[in-house]
């Protein structure tokens, strides 16, 4: 089955910085990628998704860029601000089968330092 | 538009009882999925259904079971609880199949096994 690694674990940046965090894949066949936020006590609310026909897309602050060759894909978020404090959890999936649903990585907990 | 509707949002069971967690999807939505979450394995995919029909299945024992009714709604069942089940039971809905298309979490199922 799939398998996806995230990192870092745990990213603490200065307020108005960049944050990138990267994810791999092991299975070639995989062709979605949603990026998830997690606030403390809440639910995973998907910020952001990329299909494997797309090299990069961007939603104001956020930014996804996905390499199949390579199979990684990463998060950006530019100018970071306190709320993008929480969790985020990249995913994979195989658009059209496979049995797996999404394959979460572990996590980012991403601190945004004032 | 109604969120996915999580019940009950908190109990606790002792070892070797069973627990069933229910599930509301967003009006509209067929297919719902069912996702562990702990602090050391993360976010793991348990089940997908589908019009009534378990399409996709996680790596989990048989000991967790689940179904959905003709109005979409699932339940998920654990039998003879463990200690380790204690988790974040995480329900999701999305138009189609878990393949590409985006999943909308609902607030979660806090489970405590004592």
């Known amino acids: 089955g799939e398998n996806v690694e995230q990192h870092p674990s745990t990213l603490s940046v200065q307020e108005g910085d960049s944050a990138v965090i990267k994810c791999t894949y092991s299975?070639?066949?995989?062709?979605?990628f949603p990026w998830y936020k997690q606030e403390l006590g809440k639910r995973p609310q998907l910020i952001i998704d990329i299909r494997s026909n797309v090299g990069e897309k961007k939603d104001q602050r956020i930014a996804v860029t996905l390499n199949k060759t390579a199979k990684h894909f990463s998060l950006h978020i530019t100018e970071t601000q306190p709320e993008d404090s929480a969790v985020y959890f990249c995913?994979?999936?195989?658009?059209?089968?496979?049995?797996?649903?999404?394959?979460f990585g572990k996590g980012t907990h991403l601190i945004i330092q004032p | 538009k109604a969120g996915v509707t999580q019940t009950p949002r908190y109990l606790i069971k002792t070892r070797g009882q069973q627990v069933t967690l229910s599930c509301s999807p967003i009006s509209g939505h067929r297919s719902v999925s069912w996702y562990q979450q702990t602090p050391g394995q993360g976010l793991q995919f348990l089940f997908e259904y589908f019009s009534e029909t378990q399409r996709n299945k996680g790596n989990f024992p048989g000991r967790f079971s689940g179904r959905q009714f003709s109005n979409s709604r699932s339940e998920m069942n654990v039998s003879t609880l463990e200690l380790g089940d204690s988790a974040l039971y995480l329900c999701?809905?999305?138009?189609?199949?878990?393949?590409?298309?985006?999943?909308?979490f609902g607030e979660g199922s806090w489970l405590t096994v004592v």
């Open positions: 299975d070639s066949a995989s062709n979605y």
């Open positions: 995913a994979a999936s195989t658009v059209g089968g496979g049995a797996d649903g999404l394959t």
């Open positions: 999701a809905s999305s138009a189609g199949t878990l393949t590409g298309n985006t999943i909308y």
